[in-house]
């Protein structure tokens, strides 16, 4: 909205304020929450706390002098300050090699739902992130070579009516990102997500955040299904060696999916290299 980024150009303006920024990208995002069980789940909450402690030492290391924090929580207040005040005690004043100038006085930290609505800090905080969010969107470019978005017909054709043609290639060529406010609840971000699978295995571009809900849907849905083996156990007996269930019975031969068939996909059994 243009009252945001009008308030923004403010900030900006004003001597007396400063902020640091970390982006979290999607695919960070996906690859914290979905790596292997063995080392256990990187959750949202706790990404986000880890991102508000290093923007706070980003701070501290840039010699500023906190009194006090306002943060707009994610999960339990209470706990989420605890954790603050255990990983900041006595840490006010230090330099970036952590050796105390002077002082060293706790910084105090108020933790609260809704904060942003409370907080003159955390409201400009909550510009500067919505703001930048948008403009890094605005200039997205995909990563994947050759994609792009499957537009709104009906809403590029309204759009290109008030466009000039330098501005309908520059879209052309970044792909519409018609997809509303990013929320499960948004009709328009739903109809993004259904027509802008792009690939059958796949799935979706870097852009789309793999561990949330409604993309699993709708890789279940439209997606072709995959099978991924586990690796052999290093310390597990060798197969040869072992005595399977499956030498007591006599059953068919799994039927493969047809997506494999019409690749023409096999099975690798053996793998030769040559010198040449």
Known sequence: PMGRELAFEKLKLDTEIGFVLRVIHASEISRNMLQPSTTGAYNLNEQSHDAAIQMIQAVLDAGVVLDTVYIDTVGTPSSYQRKLERRFAHQNNQDGGGKVRGGGEDITFVVEKKADSKYETCSAASIVAKVMRDEIIKEWEWSE?????????????????????????????????????????????????????????????????????????????????????????????????????????????????GYFHRMGL??????????G
């Open 145 to 257: 070579v050759g994609y792009e978005a499957m537009c709104n017909h009906k809403t590029a054709t309204s759009q290109a009516e008030n466009e000039s043609n330098d501005e309908a290639v520059s879209k052309r060529r970044k792909g519409d990102v018609d997809f509303g406010s990013g929320y499960p609840s948004d009709p328009k971000c739903k109809e993004w997500m259904k027509r802008n699978i792009a690939d059958p295995v796949f799935g979706y571009p870097d852009f789309v955040r793999f561990s949330w809900g409604t993309t699993k849907t709708q890789m279940l849905e439209k997606s072709v299904r995959v099978d991924w083996e586990h690796e052999d156990d290093p310390d597990a007996v060798p197969d040869h060696q072992q005595t399977k269930l499956s030498q007591f019975c006599v059953g068919k031969k799994k039927r493969r999916l």
């Open 266 to 275: 096999k099975s690798v059994t053996d793998i030769r290299l040559s010198s």
